[in-house]
């Protein structure tokens, strides 16, 4: 089993910033892709933002430009830089794993993210 926790939500103007933080851990494969999505009230998860094993990243087009996603492999553990935020980005949101070789899709508890002035 793996293991994610989140960190670094909260209450922010519009315009500000926040830098969220996951962390695996438990029986975690040797190549797996991590990723962040998001849920507003009455919408269905979205996938925000992605980086692969190689390094590769991939961003929504809603958050191009403002958010960015990097990766520790060393201390397994993802962040997203989210800049210049809006109403709109209030939701909540979850880090995700997914093992390369079991397919395997692991989910965090989710940590709250509101913009508003």
């Known amino acids: 089993q793996v293991q994610l926790v989140e960190s670094g939500g909260g209450l922010v103007q519009p315009g500000g910033s926040l830098l969220l933080s996951c962390a695996a851990s438990g029986r975690i494969s040797s190549r797996y892709a991590m990723g962040w999505y998001r849920q507003a009230p009455g919408n269905e998860r979205e996938r925000v933002a992605t980086t692969y094993d190689g390094g590769v990243t991939t961003t929504a087009d809603s958050v191009e430009g403002r958010f960015t996603i990097s990766r520790d492999n060393a201390k397994n553990t993802v962040y997203l830089q989210m800049n210049n935020l809006q109403p709109e980005d209030t939701a909540v949101y979850f880090c995700?794993?997914?093992?390369?070789?079991?397919?395997?899709?692991?989910w965090g508890q989710g940590t709250q993210v509101t913009v508003s002035s």
């Open positions: 995700n794993l997914r093992d390369y070789f079991t397919r395997d899709d692991y």
